[in-house]
């Protein structure tokens, strides 16, 4: 499995306060997969997405990300397994606005302690459409453009898997269309792993399957499924809670 969990639970205290934002939660996410995840707000989405990325850990269960279990690893480990097997794109595309699109994509690496070998940017950014975008800093491209310059960071370590958080919340729909068919791309012609937290049914529609929560809880999960079907099992969900 790319990333697996284990009965994973994530309880937030707050003084007397207690939340239970992930209660037992066990799934997999194959390699070469796209899946969304949908919920009410609240039903824990973020939450899953941070534990299954190693950005948090969770309460109890098992977290694993290409076979090695998260809870064995100190920060120092935890944080150099994040760097090199997992990708993260976000819905405000979170580019450093000093660096071009190329200093962007080879930040993952740097970071890493890596010089890039030569092309190996040229080649991400070719990869996303936007080899001759290289030299330009994120304030003068688009929104999609930036999105895709985010999308080539994401992947120039080759990670086991890129979580992406509401990647089109920020872009039109003409836009929107452009970075979710990319993701597709990824995963079809790349075997990429790609885990999306949306809360637009048409985003969902492109993943191979659709995981619903409730509650911190698994409700459903769809396959095939089109945004019309999705959007009504997310009326029905958030009708229940
Ligand atoms: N740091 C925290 N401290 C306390 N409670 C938290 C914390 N983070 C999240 N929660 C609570 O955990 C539950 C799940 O939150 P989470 O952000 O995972 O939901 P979500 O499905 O991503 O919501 P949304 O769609 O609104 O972003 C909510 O009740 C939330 O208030």
Redesign the pocket.
Same mark, same amino acid.
């Given at each position: 499995m790319a990333v697996s969990l284990r009965d994973v639970r994530?309880i937030? &205290?707050?003084g007397t &306060?207690q =939340? %239970?934002? %992930?209660d037992d939660v066990s799934v997999d996410f194959p390699p070469g997969t796209f899946s969304a995840v949908m919920?009410?707000?609240?039903? *824990?989405?973020?939450? %899953? !997405?941070?534990c299954a990325a190693g950005l948090d850990r969770p309460t109890g269960g098992v977290v694993s990300i290409a076979g090695t279990p998260l809870g064995d690893l100190d920060e120092t480990a935890l944080t150099r397994l994040r760097r090199d097997r997992v990708g993260f794109v976000f819905q405000a595309f979170n580019l450093v606005s000093s660096l071009s699109a190329a200093q962007n994509v080879a930040l993952p690496l740097r970071l890493a302690g890596r010089r890039p070998a030569a092309g190996e940017v040229t080649a991400a950014l070719a990869a996303v459409g936007l080899a001759d975008r290289a030299r330009h800093r994120p304030s003068e491209l688009s929104g999609g453009e930036q999105q895709r310059v985010a999308i080539a960071r994401a992947l120039i370590t080759r990670p086991a898997v890129v979580f992406a958080d509401e990647p089109t919340g920020a872009l039109d729909t003409r836009t929107s269309r452009q970075v979710l068919d990319l993701l597709r791309a990824l995963v079809d012609e790349h075997g990429q792993t790609i885990v999306m =937290?949306t809360?637009d049914p048409v985003a969902a529609a492109m993943a191979d399957r659709v995981l619903l !929560?409730a509650d *911190?809880r698994l409700a459903g999960e769809l396959t095939g499924a089109d945004a019309g079907a999705i959007a009504a099992r997310m009326t029905t969900l958030e009708a229940a809670c």
């Open positions: 994530m937030y &205290r707050s &306060r =939340v %239970l934002a %992930l919920g009410p707000s609240g039903s *824990g989405k973020s939450t %899953l !997405l941070h =937290v809360h !929560l *911190g």
